[in-house]
């Protein structure tokens, strides 16, 4: 059995009576490019997938996913300190990135954002033309 053993539990308690729930913290978050794509990894262990709502409006990027209580209605909490409710991030994408492309996948409570780098974003070889001189006109 789990015994109650924290010290601040009662003051804790009070708290959340006064001030209400604590608030999710935010989604942890690496971000990285690598070769063509912005790789964007979001820590949500123990969300369901069906709760994960992706969408693109002009470049923000908004994420939104809930997390529930695994305990069953009316049963007596013992400790409660995994957050739940909805968790939200907002990302601002750069003109360079193809906001039309974002894949995305969750596994082992790891949401990862691939985004493309926009075609005209890539760096490219421009050609310079060149080896014919111009000739003077005699008259």
């Given at each position: 059995m789990l015994m109650r053993s924290d010290p601040f539990r009662e003051f804790d308690r009070l708290a959340q009576q006064?001030?209400?729930?604590?608030?999710?913290?935010?989604?942890?978050?690496?971000?990285?490019?690598s070769g063509d794509d912005f790789v964007?990894?979001?820590?949500?262990?123990?969300?369901?997938?069906?709760?994960?709502?992706?969408?693109?409006?002009?470049n923000v990027l908004n994420i939104r996913a809930e997390r529930k209580s695994p305990a069953p209605e009316g049963a007596e909490m013992i400790a409660a300190e995994r957050p739940t409710g909805a968790f939200?991030?907002?990302?601002?994408?750069?003109?360079?990135?193809d906001t039309d492309?974002?894949?995305?996948?969750?596994e082992d409570g790891v949401l990862t954002l691939r985004i493309p780098v926009a075609e005209q974003a890539k760096p490219r070889k421009i050609q310079v033309a060149g080896g014919n001189r111009r000739r003077q006109l005699t008259g």
């Amino acid at each position: 059995m789990l015994m109650r053993s924290d010290p601040f539990r009662e003051f804790d308690r009070l708290a959340q009576q006064v001030f209400g729930p604590a608030r999710p913290g935010t989604m942890a978050m690496d971000a990285y490019r690598s070769g063509d794509d912005f790789v964007v990894h979001f820590d949500l262990p123990g969300v369901d997938p069906e709760t994960i709502d992706l969408d693109v409006e002009r470049n923000v990027l908004n994420i939104r996913a809930e997390r529930k209580s695994p305990a069953p209605e009316g049963a007596e909490m013992i400790a409660a300190e995994r957050p739940t409710g909805a968790f939200t991030r907002q990302l601002f994408l750069g003109d360079t990135l193809d906001t039309d492309r974002i894949d995305a996948s969750y596994e082992d409570g790891v949401l990862t954002l691939r985004i493309p780098v926009a075609e005209q974003a890539k760096p490219r070889k421009i050609q310079v033309a060149g080896g014919n001189r111009r000739r003077q006109l005699t008259g």
